[in-house]
């Protein structure tokens, strides 16, 4: 698992009410490929994360042609989170009040048929991925990761009803 730690340029700070953080950035070959679907998973915050934070706020936005009726996503986080879906099918989430050791995490998958070959043809070096996407697999994901997706939701809702 690579880390990435924000934390670079950051003058030192002795006391402060709030910090904001405006982070941008841009994956590639982060999706695994499916012959129905692309899923991408993307943990912003760890459980290994040592600083509380109150509010994490992100847009996450698809390959071109890809909206929110070819696309699936679920935020896992055991507070209080928002997700919508912009017009261009872009989706937006918030989650509220991350205490240290809490994580989130975000799942999505988009119709395969956004994705493309970008390698002109030549295998890549060792985790170089030959396209858009990281692995690709010849079979269906979907129907299985909506199950998963389910099934993870309703262990959540028992565990919340059990404290």
Do not use: C
């Amino acid at each position: 698992m690579q880390l990435l730690e924000i934390g670079w340029n950051i003058p030192a700070t002795t006391k402060a009410k709030s910090l904001k953080f405006e982070v941008t950035m841009t994956l590639v070959g982060a999706t695994m490929l499916y012959s129905d679907v692309a899923k991408f998973q993307w943990e912003p915050v760890s459980e290994l994360n040592e600083t509380s934070i109150g509010k994490v706020t992100g847009t996450v936005r698809f390959p071109n042609g890809i909206t929110a009726s070819n696309s699936w996503a679920w935020l896992h986080y055991s507070g209080v989170s928002t997700t919508e879906r912009g017009e261009n099918g872009e989706l937006k989430f918030a989650a509220n009040n991350v205490r240290v050791g809490r994580y989130l995490d975000l799942v999505a998958a988009f119709d395969s048929s956004a994705m493309h070959d970008t390698s002109g043809g030549k295998a890549g070096q060792q985790y170089t991925p030959a396209g858009d996407w990281i692995r690709k697999r010849d079979y269906d994901s979907l129907a299985e990761l909506k199950q998963s997706e389910k099934d993870k939701e309703a262990q959540a809702r028992a565990s919340n009803v059990t404290q």
